[in-house]
T-cell receptor, first 113, second 116 residues
Framework: DAGVTQSPTHLIKTRGQHVTLRCSPI?????VSWYQQVLGQGPQFIFQ???????GRGNFPDRFSARQFPNYSSELNVNALLLGDSALYLC????????????FGQGTRLTVV | AQKITQTQPGMFVQEKEAVTLDCTYD???????LFWYKQPSSGEMIFLIY??????QNATEGRYSLNFQKARKSANLVISASQLGDSAMYFC?????????????FGQGTRLTINP
């Protein structure tokens, strides 16, 4: 069975640019959450989408947005990139809105220069 | 707001020994879930074990067990018979209810190094 897949795995962008990160959840999972992990810290919650609707949002500026598609895959968009946006972006999938398991992908490592 | 504390930035253990990674949490919600994840240098967060606040018994998954002490608000991960492949960052996390959503709040992590 395929796990959570994220693309791309690595990305280098320039300040002020826009970036789109993609996530495909485990088959049958309807919930996708996004996390940002800055070097040396634990992941921080950005968004959760369930059944194509935003269900939760963390303390991130409006430059961060996301959406979920009918096949439950998801995109995370970040506008006007800052150096501080450099991080590992992780996607987690789970079956329901809440549950006893949340499976993560391998992450997208974004570097802003 | 919920909080997770991992007080051990790094631990060094000899291969085949058991190791305990500490995690304390703070919440006023009677219903919560606690997770442990392993993060190798590749970056992927690997789910290890889950404990619900109403679960009567401590969770176990193979070599992993969770020493859940509700009154002390601790959820320590125990790895038995450690292996070289266990070397990684380990994160404790708590599920925080957010309008019915699942938001995980993570601790700072513990870097575990297994020595041969």
């Amino acid at each position: 069975d395929a796990g959570v897949t994220q693309s791309p795995t690595h990305l280098i962008k320039t300040r002020g640019q826009h970036v789109t990160l993609r996530c495909s959840p485990i088959s049958g999972h309807k919930s996708v959450s996004w996390y940002q992990q800055v070097l040396g810290q634990g992941p921080q919650f950005i968004f959760q989408y369930y059944e194509k609707e935003e269900r939760g949002r963390g303390n991130f500026p409006d430059r961060f947005s996301a959406r979920q598609f009918p096949n439950y895959s998801s995109e995370l968009n970040v506008n006007a990139l800052l150096l501080g946006d450099s991080a590992l972006y992780l996607c987690a999938s789970s079956f329901g809105r809440t549950g006893t398991e949340a499976f993560f992908g391998q992450g997208t490592r974004l570097t802003v220069v | 707001a919920q909080k997770i504390t991992q007080t051990q930035p790094g631990m060094f253990v000899q291969e085949k020994e058991a190791v305990t990674l500490d995690c304390t949490y703070d919440t006023s919600d009677p219903s919560y879930g606690l997770f442990w994840y392993k993060q190798p240098s590749s970056g992927e967060m690997i789910f290890l074990i889950y404990q619900g606040s109403y679960d009567q018994q401590n969770a176990t998954e193979g070599r992993y067990s969770l020493n859940f002490q509700k009154a002390r608000k601790s959820a320590n991960l125990v790895i038995s018979a450690s292996q070289l492949g266990d070397s990684a960052m380990y994160f404790c996390a708590m599920r925080e209810p957010l309008q019915g959503a699942q938001k995980l709040v993570f601790g700072q992590g513990t870097r575990l190094t297994i020595n041969p």
